[in-house]
């Protein structure tokens, strides 16, 4: 069974910085395309990044030249390097996965991220 688990979240002040895992119980060589989302209490869930399969990258304007997403394929896992945390990065942060020749999305559980101002 295809998993994908995230982890890394936690409580930070403004300006901090956290480093999120999501990582996968298959190998991440195939993948189409890894996306971190994020998710704040009545509000809509947002594509924050993305990473290809080839390595392109992608970031939602808010978070560009803060946040950097990045994979390991040796552990079969992506990072989102969070930096110059806001109080408005306060969210459940998922990540989402995608597979040539798997069907479908698989979600992670999600991870909490605190930003106290």
């Known amino acids: 069974q295809v998993q994908v688990v995230e982890s890394g979240g936690g409580l930070v002040q403004a300006g901090g910085s956290l480093r999120l895992s999501c990582a996968a119980s298959i190998s991440i060589l195939s993948i189409r395309a890894m996306d971190w989302y994020r998710q704040a209490p009545e509000k809509q869930r947002e594509l924050v990044a993305s990473i290809t399969g080839s390595g392109i990258t992608t970031y939602v304007d808010s978070v560009k030249g803060r946040f950097t997403i990045s994979r390991d394929n040796a552990r079969n896992t992506v990072y989102l390097q969070m930096n110059s945390l806001k109080p408005e990065d306060t969210a459940v942060y998922y990540c989402?996965?995608?597979?040539?020749?798997?069907?479908?999305?698989?979600w992670g559980q999600g991870t909490q991220v605190t930003v106290s101002s």
């Open positions: 989402k996965a995608q597979w040539w020749g798997l069907l479908g999305d698989y």
